[in-house]
């Protein structure tokens, strides 16, 4: 989910991976089991004539950076099968929570962004950079030192730490119903402290970038699309494929962000509900989507739109945000544009127009 001009994207891992049990014995002399985890071949990222061919090279490891993962398993867990972003995935005792380890490539503002988009799955508020550092506290994760912070809205909670190891940020998420991730918390930390890397966990592959210039196509084959006239590039934060700067230099503006992630990445209700967390706006329910959202038609795709006003949390400031949340194959595509109200009122339907070039 996501953010805004140049093409840059860091991008969750693509794990498809076999797994292999080994035995080992513990001091008591029983054997327990671990798990060792290695990722298929994946190919490096490299210039496509689509952006989401592209898109989906940078996703993979360099050939050299195939990190490989091992963990002991609490009692009463159960491993789940992995998806595109996981390393590991298990339910928790009782089905009534899950966990979930995802490595992504170290930048500045990952590990914040990564937690403020969990936080907007539950329906809170972003915290900055800064309340991110204040408030976590020190973990050990496997041979480390990692940060750990917990979440909740009365109902669900996540307990979400990280370790930066040899260039990869390993995330690990445990969520579900307070009541019994609560109760999980020691074997979580156990479990944490349990991890150890098989081998090297290399740098992921920087996603190459691209200038975007302004009213027309991209300077080379990773975009395809037509930036609208006005629209100025500006540097993208994680997580973030391109982004742009609408209005008049030094007055009322807005920033334009593009993502693109594999799967659904939580559903629409959890991303409408993380973008209204960015303007302090309440989460909304299931059936608060049909009459909060809008179905258009996006370069013949149909996509979910949204725009709805409130108090930017980085910021302070009142503003507007018109977004749009794209399926296309599978992977989903967001474009969000806010800022002043009456340069996103200008702008909103120049952004459904360049959504519909950018595939």
């Known amino acids: 989910m996501i953010?805004?001009?140049?093409?840059?994207?860091?991008?969750?891992?693509?794990?498809?991976?076999?797994?292999?049990?080994?035995l080992c014995a513990g001091g008591c002399g029983r054997e327990e089991i671990t798990t060792?985890?290695?990722?298929?071949?994946?190919?490096?990222?490299?210039?496509?004539?689509?952006?989401?061919?592209?898109?989906?090279?940078?996703?993979?490891?360099?050939?050299?950076?195939?990190?490989?993962?091992?963990?002991?398993?609490?009692?009463?867990w159960t491993e789940k099968p992995g998806s595109k972003m996981r390393a590991g995935s298990f339910a928790l005792p009782g089905g009534e929570g899950e966990v979930a380890i995802i490595p992504l490539p170290m930048a500045e503002g990952v590990a914040a962004e990564t937690i403020n988009m969990w936080r907007g799955e539950m329906g809170l508020k972003s915290i900055s950079a800064g309340d991110v550092a204040k408030e976590a506290t020190s973990l050990p994760i496997a041979s480390g030192q990692g940060q750990t912070l917990t979440a909740s809205n009365g109902t669900n909670t996540s307990v979400m730490a990280w370790l930066n190891q040899a260039g990869t940020l390993w995330l690990f998420k445990m969520s579900g119903a307070s009541t019994p991730v609560e109760a999980q918390k020691s074997s979580f930390n156990s479990f944490l402290q349990s991890i150890t890397f098989k081998a090297?966990?290399?740098?992921?592959?920087?996603?190459?970038?691209?200038?975007?210039?302004?009213?027309?196509?991209?300077?080379?084959?990773?975009?395809?699309?037509?930036?609208p006239e006005g629209w100025r590039s500006s540097t993208p934060g994680p997580m973030v494929m391109a982004s742009?700067?609408?209005?008049?230099?030094?007055?009322?503006?807005?920033?334009?962000?593009?993502?693109?992630?594999?799967?659904?990445?939580?559903g629409t209700l959890a991303n409408v509900n993380r973008w209204r967390g960015q303007l302090g706006q309440a989460a909304l329910t299931e059936a608060d989507l049909a009459t909060a959202t809008t179905t258009v038609d996006v370069g013949g795709t149909p996509g979910i739109s949204v725009d709805f006003s409130g108090t930017n949390a980085r910021s302070g400031k009142a503003a507007r945000m018109a977004g749009l949340i794209v399926a296309r194959g599978a992977n989903t595509w967001f474009y969000k544009l806010m800022g002043d109200d009456a340069v996103v009122a200008a702008e909103k339907s120049k952004l459904i127009q360049f959504a519909g070039d950018a595939h």
């Open 3 to 22: 953010e805004t001009s140049h093409l840059s994207f860091n991008k969750h891992l693509l794990f498809a991976a076999g797994t292999m049990l080994v």
């Open 36 to 76: 060792y985890r290695v990722p298929k071949e994946v190919v490096s990222p490299s210039v496509a004539s689509h952006p989401t061919e592209s898109m989906a090279a940078m996703a993979g490891l360099t050939q050299s950076a195939k990190p490989g993962i091992a963990w002991q398993l609490p009692a009463g």
């Open 200 to 227: 090297p966990a290399a740098s992921m592959a920087a996603a190459p970038r691209a200038s975007a210039q302004s009213g027309g196509t991209a300077g080379n084959a990773h975009a395809e699309w037509k930036v």
């Open 244 to 266: 742009y700067k609408v209005g008049a230099e030094g007055g009322p503006s807005a920033d334009v962000s593009v993502s693109m992630f594999p799967g659904d990445v939580g």
